[in-house]
């Protein structure tokens, strides 16, 4: 018999957990242009479409789409100095072992509304 996980879609705990994600990331989004501005550090192609990944609690996630087909995740941090930088060191080498793991295209820092934000775009894998 297949039992349904408690932290399923149409769980008490589930729901709540997904007002909780809600809620805390109704309070952080970066400007469009922000996004836009930053993108064409990792290609000239206009934007086709930007989709707000909503399922973790530390950053502002979103897979966007390019004209020219290229297809990046941008994950944006805030009050997290330098965190990208050792994620990137870490996928350099999961590269280096022949691992399958997404190629950081670009790492930028930006001031936004007077806050710092740090920027990562990754290749974003089949799947």
């Known amino acids: 018999m297949s039992e349904t996980p408690s932290h399923a879609p149409g769980r008490p705990a589930a729901d709540a957990y997904a007002r909780h994600l809600a809620a805390l990331h109704a309070g952080c989004a970066a400007p469009p242009g922000l996004i836009a501005a930053a993108a064409r550090e990792v ?11 909503v399922h973790g609690e530390a950053n ?7 004209q020219s087909g290229l297809e990046v995740i941008l994950r944006i941090a805030r ?7 050792k994620e990137a060191w870490t996928i350099s080498r999961c590269l280096a072992l022949g691992m399958s793991v997404p190629k950081v295209l670009s790492l930028q820092r930006i001031e936004s509304q007077e806050e710092e934000l740090e920027l990562c775009f990754l290749e974003k894998l089949p799947g």
């Open 43 to 53: 290609t000239a192609s206009p934007i086709l479409a930007r989709e707000r990944i």
């Open 60 to 66: 502002e996630v979103y897979r966007i789409a390019f």
């Open 79 to 85: 009050r997290a100095e330098g965190i990208f930088q």
